[in-house]
T-cell receptor, first 113, second 114 residues
Framework: QKEVEQNSGPLSVPEGAIASLNCTYSDRVSQSFFWYRQYSGKSPELIMSIYSNGDKEDGRFTAQLNKASQYVSLLIRDSQPSDSATYLCAVNGRGGSQGNLIFGKGTKLSVKP | DGGITQSPKYLFRKEGQNVTLSCEQNLNHDAMYWYRQDPGQGLRLIYY???????QKGDIAEGYSVSREKKESFPLTVTSAQKNPTAFYLC?????????????FGNGTRLTVT
């Protein structure tokens, strides 16, 4: 059973701090990794994708991938109350052309003013 | 504006009734998906379709059916055989089903069956 594991939280950080969200996955052949943000009662929204080892930065967001450790993380710098949401990690589960994703259960982030 | 439209936003049904959830996209995406989300749970794949007139079962297809007669449309029917139909249903699409193709989600339909 291929799995994606996330700490469910809640993770609470003060405004302006760095929030660090972590995700591990079990399928060694996974190629694609995505972070989605989901506000309460809303649908997931893609915020980052990463495909190769290392860091990828987009504004206040940095995704980090370590395939050897089967670990992907999301850092949010200068956290804002509007970042309070559930963050879903998604991993390509088949390693091939079918491309459907396996989602973790999400980490709930709370940014306190 | 391109996007994925799910309707209705909220749906209430009595137990034993079939119900169809609508999903339409104007992104010209080849692949479409249906996911179910329960409180505190990750998204679970119900069905997906890579091309018109073809679809594949996901991890939890029992009690559901789909059709893909047009590229733009991928309706989901929740049948009376689905034991726990109350959930948040999410339709998604992607340009293709390749490994690097992220999903774009509609706004979801919240189904309550009593």
């Amino acid at each position: 059973q291929k799995e994606v594991e996330q700490n469910s939280g809640p993770l609470s950080v003060p405004e302006g701090a760095i929030a660090s969200l972590n995700c591990t996955y079990s399928d060694r052949v996974s190629q694609s990794f995505f972070w989605y943000r989901q506000y309460s009662g809303k649908s997931p929204e893609l915020i980052m994708s990463i495909y190769s080892n290392g860091d990828k930065e987009d504004g206040r967001f940095t995704a980090q991938l370590n395939k050897a450790s089967q670990y992907v993380s999301l850092l949010i710098r200068d956290s804002q109350p509007s970042d309070s949401a559930t963050y879903l990690c998604a991993v390509n589960g088949r390693g091939g052309s079918q491309g459907n994703l396996i989602f973790g259960k999400g980490t709930k982030l709370s940014v306190k003013p | 504006d391109g996007g994925i439209t799910q309707s209705p936003k909220y749906l209430f049904r009595k137990e034993g009734q079939n119900v169809t959830l609508s999903c339409e996209q104007n992104l010209n995406h080849d692949a479409m998906y249906w996911y179910r989300q329960d409180p505190g749970q990750g998204l679970r794949l119900i069905y997906y379709s890579q091309i018109v007139n073809d679809f594949q079962k996901g991890d939890i297809a029992e009690g559901y059916s789909v059709s893909r007669e047009k590229k733009e449309s991928f309706p989901l029917t929740v049948t009376s055989a689905q034991k726990n139909p109350t959930a948040f249903y999410l339709c998604a699409s992607s340009p293709r089903t390749g490994a690097n193709s992220p999903l774009h989600f509609g706004n979801g339909t919240r189904l309550t069956v009593t």
